[in-house]
């Protein structure tokens, strides 16, 4: 049975997968997912901004998760790229993989709504996205509970006790042509079978509507009930015309009657195949519990879950509990743990021991993968030159694609936000940081295929324009803000909108000036034209409180400020403190647009200004 789904995956399961070869995709992906060692994901999707959903820099994690929720519900994805690695046995030399990349167009199935925001669909189309597929050969889905129903209607579990429910009340016509054109078609079977076995072995029914067809039906099953050889069904004579339906009446021997039901059987578990589509892969992903490696995936996850599982939970600490439910193998973030690694830079630091540098200049995707595959090609080639003793970082990796998944051989189909090999450069990157980091731990086996040494990592993804460096979707996980050894981080609140970066950071500067005074640094992180997040030592705390408090208290013997509200400085901890409180209590009172007095939160909207600019 192997070797024969083999030979159907070499002709037909290119990496670009449609409904035209879905099905034998899914056998390849059902059969193997669960020995691979990991799989990674990536999406496109139709749209990621509603106007009213704007990323503001006070959001909590449980507030961005709503707006997110909401963007995921709304749009569409287009393209569902999953990588499978499986880790080929080279004892402690270099980590081989085979590579199998499915690159799917996933199109909603009838009754859907499609909708399309610009500026995702013109980012598409810059980067080559083939809209033609996926309109004309994008692959169904169908959600859990709909899966379900689907598979009771067509395929109902004999074994179990059927509900009673009172038998419905037979048809009864009411207008005189209805009752003369079935009592005619009623004739012409019984004449038709009273030819017994000389005569043919079906009957064409003359055609009617589909009200009609039901009663004669019930007509036929009731006047033939005790004629075990009598069979009746509905059939589409052109394939292009499926609206178009005859009934046929049969004459059936006891064997021809059994095929006949095994033919039905098996067409109807064609169609319910056909229906699932890309829910035959997602089921399988998620049975197989392997970990899921992505890049910046939290949307990635809220897409697949929204439109492939159910409606996303309304609160983050339920979708926490589902994402632990659906994947216990865990979710790796390439973004989050390639921040973590750093490497020597040639240098002391003041202790006279080597200083360190992040191995990764840039986090994009792209530059990672760059970085990864270059570092791994030049490990290979020293140690192949036999000089392996001289590697810094044994990071070996070697990466073959099995046969019919060797689209991205090619440079010219190595595309950027093709969702397959986004997750092809994603799922590399992971086998190298994963072999990185255990080299790095001192581990005397690098040949170990675990993930365990990533657990500081797992379930963590990033969260951008925050003051929160990201959000773990443990199950029953707490997320803290970020927080910098040795420094003090405050909000300050309501400088007037003609305020330049060196008018804010006057305000924390000695008064009166003192010459030859040294005034402690202050960094400021623009939020909008009137409110920004400083920073400053912790041994320089009571000096740049000061400082700030004689300042507020000249401008407002001046006058100048409007109100009690301005220039307000507040611990960020205490702010977000209080902001995760109040997004609690308005969950528990199922009020979340309800605001705690005192917070502004409109006032931390990010709009793309020129201070924004500034400060970059």
Avoid at 72 to 94: I, K, P
Avoid at 134 to 155: I, S
Avoid at 328 to 353: H, S, W, Y
Avoid at 418 to 428: K, L, M
Wanted: charged share 25%; glycine share 6%.
């Amino acid at each position: 049975l192997v070797a024969k789904r083999r030979r159907r995956w070499s002709k037909s399961a290119a990496m670009n997968v449609t409904k035209e070869n879905i099905d034998a995709a899914c056998d390849e992906f059902e059969l193997l997912v669960s020995s691979s060692s990991f799989v990674a994901m990536d999406l496109e999707m139709t749209g990621i901004h509603l106007p009213d959903c704007k990323e503001l820099l006070d959001d909590t994690p449980s507030m961005r998760y709503s707006k997110m929720r909401r963007v995921a519900s709304r749009f569409n994805v287009v393209q569902v790229g999953l990588t499978m690695f499986h880790r080929v046995d080279g004892g402690n030399e270099a980590d081989e993989y085979v590579a199998r990349t499915f690159n799917v167009y996933t199109f909603p199935a009838q009754g859907h709504q499609i909708t399309l925001e610009g500026g995702a669909v013109e980012f598409l189309v810059k980067n080559g996205m083939d809209w033609n597929m996926w309109f004309r050969d994008g692959v169904p889905y169908l959600r859990k509970g709909a899966a379900e129903d689907l598979k009771a209607k067509l395929l109902p579990d004999t074994g179990s006790v059927a509900p009673v429910v009172a038998p419905a009340l037979p048809m009864q016509l009411d207008r005189p042509e209805d009752v003369a054109l079935c009592a005619e078609t009623l004739a012409g079977v019984a004449a038709w079978w009273d030819l017994g076995a000389d005569g043919p072995k079906e009957y064409v029914l003359p055609a009617c509507n589909a009200y009609l067809r039901r009663y004669l039906y019930q007509e036929c099953e009731r006047i033939y009930a005790e004629k075990e050889e009598f069979l009746v069904e509905s059939r589409v004579p052109d394939p292009a015309k499926s609206w178009e339906k005859e009934m046929v009446a049969m004459r059936l021997s006891a064997e021809e009657r059994e095929a006949a039901s095994a033919a039905k059987l098996a067409k109807k578990k064609e169609t319910y195949r056909a229906r699932l589509g890309f829910t035959r892969m997602w089921a399988a992903l998620t049975a197989s519990k392997r970990p899921i490696v992505v890049h910046n995936g939290l949307f990635d996850l809220l897409f697949m879950c929204r439109h492939l599982h159910d409606d996303l939970p309304t609160s983050l600490d339920g979708f926490k509990d589902l994402i632990g439910e659906l994947f216990p193998g865990g979710i790796f973030d390439t973004r989050n743990i390639g921040k973590k690694i750093t490497v020597p830079d040639g240098e002391e630091n003041e202790d006279g021991e080597p200083s360190r540098r992040p191995m990764f200049a840039e986090l994009r995707l792209d530059r990672i993968f760059s970085v990864c595959k270059s570092e791994a090609e030049a490990a290979v080639t020293t140690a192949a030159e036999g000089a392996s003793s001289k590697l810094c970082h044994d990071t070996r990796v070697v990466v073959k694609f099995a046969e019919g998944h060797g689209r991205y051989l090619d440079p010219t189909k190595a595309i950027l936000h093709e969702a397959g090999y986004d997750s092809y450069i994603t799922a590399f990157s992971f086998a190298f940081m994963r072999r990185m980091i255990l080299q790095q731990q001192g581990a005397s086996d690098l040949g170990a295929a675990s993930v365990e040494h990533l657990a500081d990592c797992k379930f963590v993804l990033p969260l951008y324009r925050t003051f929160f460096p990201g959000v773990c979707l443990a199950p029953g996980s707490v997320d803290t803000i970020s927080h910098t050894t040795n420094e003090q981080q405050h909000l300050l609140v309501g400088f007037p909108a003609t305020y330049q970066t060196s008018d804010v950071l006057r305000l924390f500067t000695a008064r009166p000036v003192v010459e030859g005074a040294v005034n402690p640094p202050v960094s400021l992180h623009w939020i909008n034209e009137t409110s920004g997040c400083v920073r400053f030592s912790d041994a320089d705390t009571a000096v740049v409180l000061a400082n700030f408090d004689a300042h507020r208290l000249s401008l407002a013997s001046e006058g100048v400020l409007a109100d009690s509200s301005a220039l307000v400085l507040t611990p960020l901890q205490e702010y977000m403190r209080a902001k995760v409180e109040e997004t609690a209590a308005a969950a528990d009172n199922n009020e979340s647009g309800k605001k705690r007095p005192g917070l502004n939160s409109s006032a931390l909207e990010v709009p793309p200004t020129k201070k924004a600019k500034e400060n970059s």
